[in-house]
Every structure is written in C-alpha cells, then in structure tokens.
C-alpha cells in the first residue's frame, strides 16, 4: 500500500519550501519531493572536470545542479537541487512595483495581462519572506564595481540603489561585516550540519556559494520545515499525478541511485514509488511545473485552456561592459573589478509608463552582475596575441641573462610582466536586465518534449530602450558595450521564466485563482513562477515566495473537508459571476463627512461617477465566505481629480455584518491614482438597515465616499488624510442596464439562483419582518 500524507510538494524552490515549513509548521504532514541532491558547503564544482558533470541529465548520467533548457527562440537555465533556483541566483530579493500589479492590460495579439493580487495583498507577506531569508542591503561601500554603477547611474540621471540580498555578511546582524568569519545557526537548525562563513566577496553565488554565506532555501526555510517534521526527500523526480475518486491525489515518481551518477541509464525503466495526500502543490518552476501539467493533462479532466499561456522570461538581458577606460587615472583605465562582491550589489530602476510622471514605455531594472575570480583568469589567457607577446618577452629577457651571465637575481618584475596588467577583466563587468516584457509566450508540448511559442516583436520595444540604457551606462564608463552572440540571431536566454499555469479570476483567464489552487480540482495548487500572469519586472524571488506565503494562510485556514471533497470537473468547475455597476454624484474636498460633501460638490457641480465591473470568483465560496468578498475593475471619473482614472485595484464586500444584528453593509475599496500620479483610496459604504419608510432602493443605491491619499487596505484608513468626501447614487435607467450585465463563467442557472437567493434572502432578513407587520396590521 502507498503512503499517505497530508501534503506532497513537488520541487524545493521559492513556492515549494516555504509551502513545506508553513504546513509543517501548521502541524501537518508533509513530504518534500526533490529531483536534485543537496548541496551543503563545500560540495559546489569548481574544478573544469567538476564542472563539465555539473548538469542535469539522468539519462545520460549528470545529476548535477545546473539543468539548460533550449528551444527554438529561447534558452532557459534553471536549477536542480535542495533548494532549487536558490541555490544559482545572485540572492536579490526586490519586490514587485505596486504600479506593475497591471489590471486588464491589453497584449499585442489579444487578451490581457490581469495581476488577480495586488502589492497592498502582499505586503505583509513581503515582511516575512524578508525576515526569513535574512534580507540585508549591500554594506560595503567602497565596492569598484558598484561605484562604478553609482557613477554611470547619477550622470545619466537614473534612479540607484544598492538591492535588498539574502546573504550574510556579518556574524551578527548588529555586527560590522567581516569577510570569512563564522556564521551561527538559526533556532531551527541547519539541515546540512555544516559550518557556514560570512560572504568572502568572491563573486561565485551563481555557481553555489561553498562558504554557505548565501541565505539560501536549503538554509532558511528548508532548514526550519525539516525542523517541524518536514519529510525532504532528494533525488526523487516527480512522474505521474492523478485526483483519486473519494479526493486527494496520487503521486507517482522515481528515484535516482546515486550509484547511477555517471553512467547512462534508461530512466523510463526506473521503478516508480507511489504515496497519496490530500492537497497536491506543484512547484517545480515554470517549465516543470508546466510541463507535469500538461503531460498529466488526460487525468485532469476539465483543465482550464489557459494552461501554458502567459510565459514570459521577465524580460531577461544579459550583455556586457569591456575594457573600461578612464581619462583621468593614471594609466587611462577605469577598474571595476567585476569578480569583488557577491554577483549582485547594486541596481538602476527605470520607470514605466504605469508610474506616472511623463514616463513612457515598460520599465526595468539594469543590474551589475559579478563572476569568479577564475572567470578572470580565463578571459585574460583568452586574449591570445597579448598573452604570446608577454611569453615571448619574458623567454627573450630569460635567455638574455643566461647568455650575458647577469648578475640580476630578482625576477619578479619579469613575472608580473608576464602575467600582464589584466585590463580586460579588471575593467569588464557584466549587465543583467529584467523588466515588463509582453507575457505572451505559450508552453505545449510537441510529442514527449516541451515547446515553447515566443515571438520577440511584441517585446522589441521594450528590449530595445533596455540595451539602449545598457550603452549608455556603458559609454559613461568609457566601456565597449557588447550582446550575447545569441542576440543576433533573434534569441534570448533567461534564467527567470514565468507563467505556464497563471493565476486568474476564472477558468477562461487563469488555470488556477489567486491563491494557486487549480480551477475545478481542490487541494491541487501551483506555487512557484508556473503561477504568475505576467513579469514581476525586478528579481521575481521574492514576489513568488511572498505569493506562496498568501496562498499557506488559505491552505492552513480551509478545513480539509472543503479541499478533500470530490474532484469536479467538466460543469462542476467553479462558477464566475459578474456584472457592471454605474453610480453618479457629487464630492467635495473640504474636509467635511460625506453627506456635507454631497451637499458642497452639488452645489459647485463637482460631479463623480465610477463604472465599475464586479467580479466574484467562486459564488459557492463567496456565498460561505462571511466577508463576501469580490473584485472590481473599471474606473472613476471626476474633475476634480484629473479626468477619468482607471482602477488599478479594487474590493467589493456584500452585506457584510459589524455587529449589528439588524444591519448590513456593502463596502467598495478601490486603488487609483490622480491626474498627477498620487496614489487614492476611494472608501465607500452602502448602510442596508431598516429604517422608518420603504427605504430599500435608497440603502441599496445610496454610497457614501471618502477618498484619501495612498493606497490604503483596511485599518489604515483613520491614520491617512481624507482628500475628498461625498455621495453617489445609482439611476434608475443605470440599474436597469446593470440588470442586463450579469454573467456566470461558465454558463450556469444554478449558481446564477444561488447568488439570487443569497441577496434577496438576505434583503429579507433586515427589511421582512417590518413589510410582514405592516401588511398585517
């Protein structure tokens, strides 16, 4: 008989560990399935034979940590080890712009990119990833190669910092950072048993950091889910999964025997190893995650067509700075010093359209990005004619002492000569770019293999302006710019894609909601960057761990009952419903309550309208839900604050209670921005109760407003100044067309009644017993 547990994850990446401790904290039962090994300090290849069987193939028998992916148009490099992509990134962990959370954004061929979370969803999330991964800015500051990024930065009038990284440069956090010295462990242990070392600045993070100095998963999250009973397993690739008839799944996968490593092996005749759970997380990364979809799709029936649309590689660049000049040093040479520092230390923001400001285009973040000392090294001896005359010199000056019989003893000077003054590597830094690149990219598979459909023409723009800026940082530092080879021929490379199983507010736009449980399957769920709808725009660590930590808190809080039930599928997937609201009025912006306001704004004609389209996910759910909760899109339009100004994030809540048995209340938060830019929280309220009179049409079409500065979610909204107030209605003519919008997602009578009843039901249970009593008396 197979094993059973609560929660099988699947990878050990930025969704998969912190899954794995937050449900094994929770008290639940969890095993961890990791195709690669583990990787403790130390272990990371540095030697060329090491390198050369430190790439993943089992078949061929590499079992090491670095697995490429290449297609058509793209190449993509990922990881394959405990603790996944961790382990080769270079530890930034920048969160995504609130204004890049994009909503209805149209794409060049069709359809639109929708961010179904907002940053105010992930803020707090943000904070507990960044406690956990021990997030610290860069502290050195007299860094070459990040002055030299400073430098560029401030003369062309861009935007500089020096990143948030998940790396340890001081034994103590109050400590000065010192380079090598001892690192203490965590209350939760360290899963290696290994000593670690602070960051010795030497420029490897990419390729394993062996002193542990990276705050990596295996070190974090990983450490504390082993902790509070997390089974990880390593080694053990994911086959097979199917829903099984009573609920929960089944997961088949395979091991790979160390004593294999090195030797070819037919992996499709390994035997497989079975163990069912209750909830299923998928978190192998986008081609992983995606392509076990897809290959597993026939025992998914109902599977949303969404499935493997809005892949992007969040817009990555890499290109490089060479032989930096500087007219006023010494010698005419600007020093860089590529391989000091861990890979990342700084980085330029460039704005996006979205941010107001007279900003144009998509936005991105241009990086510096480090290598090995012994990358150094390798690109000076590639410099062949200096090399050979350097050799030639020195055997001239050699032979000429031998024959003149000098008594100069002291030969250093020849030796330095011969190695040379290293201009190209000490002046040369690599660029790394990321932004908003189109996420219209498409995975399927052709035959047993994963494809991928992209076309760099919806995204020229953007790469363009990107290297644009990339040449001119470059030519502030008196540098050759030059691209990847593979840029001439129209390919990209990426070591960040994302999307393949996006997130969306039905099964038409996403193939799983917003917490990444799948459309039509519960306690099935994706939890890495297979689920995000479209680029982060800077690093997308963090924002993929902060959006696995939002869907835990759903995870520990839905009873098991909910999640383990029968699987649906075919008409049984979750319903959507929807319909368009228009409410008109008037506002103020003295600093007066709403009714006042109303009042003012009619008689200066102030006007304020919104039009907005409210959309519930899930009716069964919203129904159960005490807090009714809904989103909205659309966008309000006034004057007096700068024209009509789309909604970049809104709620909506129905009849919600507080406190008062006789009373209901319907409540409308919306994110804006004003004609200039500055961030708005429209605040509104509908007070249904019964009051003396048939006052139902004025409760249900009456809003009372506040609008105050910021992006504000609720219990900020006393400690933010008020910007206008007032009130809104809606017309008869309105509400008749309102009653025409509504739509069900799929089609569906039943959950259309099933809303009905809830909002006429509860309609009656405030207003019924007075109409009850008035009609006997």
């Known amino acids: 008989m197979s094993e059973h547990v609560h929660a099988v994850v699947v990878g050990s990446g930025f969704g998969g560990s912190v899954a794995a401790y937050r449900l094994a904290e929770a008290g639940r039962s969890v095993v961890l399935l990791e195709r690669g090994k583990a990787y403790p300090p130390g272990s990371f290849a540095r030697t060329p034979a090491e390198m050369g069987r430190n790439l993943w193939d089992p078949s061929e028998g590499l079992h090491g940590l670095f697995d490429i992916w290449s297609f058509r148009t793209l190449d993509g490099v990922v990881s394959s080890g405990l603790g996944g992509g961790s382990l080769i990134y270079a530890n930034v962990l920048l969160r995504k712009d609130e204004r890049w959370f994009v909503d209805e954004s149209p794409l060049p061929g069709g359809g639109y990119e929708h961010w179904p979370v907002s940053r105010a969803d992930l803020e707090k999330h943000y904070n507990a990833v960044e406690r956990m991964m021990g997030v610290t800015p860069y502290p050195y500051e007299s860094t070459r190669k990040t002055e030299a990024m400073r430098h560029g930065a401030e003369r062309l009038g861009l935007s500089w910092q020096r990143p948030p990284l998940a790396v340890t440069f001081a034994s103590r956090p109050q400590d000065a950072p010192v380079a090598g010295a001892p690192v203490a462990d965590q209350p939760y242990g360290n899963l290696h048993g290994l000593p670690r070392r602070t960051c010795r600045l030497c ?23 082993k902790r509070h009973g997390a089974d ?84 990555d660049v890499l290109a490089f700075l060479l032989d930096a000049k500087d007219p006023t040093a010494h010698n005419g040479l600007r020093r860089i010093e590529g391989s000091r520092g861990p890979v990342i230390t700084s980085a330029i923001r460039i704005d996006d359209a979205l941010d107001g400001g007279g900003a144009t285009g998509r936005g991105y973040y241009v990086q510096d990005g480090g290598y090995p000392v012994f990358a150094e090294w390798l ?30 003893s002291n030969i250093s000077g020849l030796v330095g000569a011969l190695i040379g003054p290293g201009r190209l590597g000490d002046g040369s830094l ?46 502030e530092l008196g540098a050759r710019f030059t691209d990847l080879p593979t840029a001439w021929a129209k390919r990209s490379i990426t070591v960040h894609p994302l999307g393949g199983a996006p997130m969306g507010r039905h099964p038409k736009e996403g193939t799983c909601d917003a917490y990444g449980e799948v459309f039509g399957f519960p306690g099935l769920y994706v939890l890495d960057g297979a689920l995000l709808p479209g680029p982060v725009g800077a690093n997308p660590s963090l924002t993929i761990a902060a959006v696995a930590d939002r869907a835990c808190d759903r995870i520990i809080s839905t ?88 909604v970049i994030r809104g709620w909506f809540n129905l009849f919600v209670r507080d406190g008062d048995s006789a009373r209901r209340r319907m409540w409308y938060r919306l994110h804006f921005n004003d004609g200039d830019g500055n961030p708005l929280t429209l605040v509104g309220r509908k007070d249904v109760q ?28 006393s400690a933010a100044p008020a910007v206008a107030s007032g009130v809104i209605t809606i017309h008869v003519p309105d509400f008749l067309r309102q009653l025409t919008t509504f739509r069900t997602e799929p089609r569906s009578r039943e959950a259309f009644e099933r809303f009905a009843r809830f909002f006429l039901g509860t309609l009656w249970d405030v207003y019924g017993k007075v109409l009850t009593s008035s009609h006997a008396d």
Not at 216 to 222: A, E, P
Not at 245 to 273: F, R
Not at 455 to 461: C, N, P, Y
């Open 559 to 646: 009873p098991l009952a909910a999640a383990a039930g029968t699987n649906r599928t075919g008409d049984a997937v979750p319903t959507s419903l929807s319909f368009t609201e228009e409410m008109k009025g008037f506002v103020a912006k003295e600093p007066v309550d709403p009714i006042r306001g109303g009042e003012l704004g009619r008689s200066k004609d102030q006007k304020l309208m919104f039009r907005l389209t409210i959309t519930v996910d899930d009716v069964d759910r919203f129904v159960g839900d005490p807090a009714h909760e809904a989103s909205t899109t659309g966008y309000v339009e006034c004057d007096l604050l700068g024209g009509r100004l789309p």
């Open 690 to 717: 019964d009051d003396p009179g048939f006052d139902v049409w004025r409760d249900t079409s009456t809003l009372y407003l506040t609008i105050y500065s910021g992006h504000l979610w609720p219990g900020d909204d």
């Open 203 to 225: 420029g490897e993070c990419d390729i394993g950091c062996n002193d542990g100095a990276k705050n990596s998963l295996d070190h974090t999250y990983l450490s504390a889910a």
């Open 430 to 475: 690599p660029l790394l770019g990321m932004g908003r690149d189109v996420p219209d990219g498409v995975l399927r598979l052709r035959g047993e293999y994963l494809d991928v459909q992209l076309t760099a023409e919806t995204s020229r723009e953007y790469f363009d302006r990107l290297r644009g800026t990339m040449r001119a940082i470059a030519a």
């Open 232 to 315: 990880l397993r390593t080694r053990c690739e994911v086959r097979t999964f199917a829903p099984l008839s009573g609920g929960g799944y089944e997961v088949s996968y395979v091991i790979h025997d160390p004593k294999a490593e090195g030797h070819k092996t037919a992996t499709g005749d390994l035997p497989l190893h079975r163990i069912t759970c209750d909830r299923l997380i998928l978190a192998a990364g986008s081609f992983g995650t995606t392509y076990l979809l897809l290959r597993n799709r026939a025992a998914l029936p109902g599977l949303s067509t969404a499935l493997g649309s809005r892949f992007s590689g969040n817009g």
């Open 379 to 408: 690109v000076e001896a590639s410099q062949m004619p200096g090399t050979l005359r350097r050799a030639a010199r020195f055997a001239l000056a050699r032979l000429r002492a031998q024959f003149s019989r000098t008594p100069a």
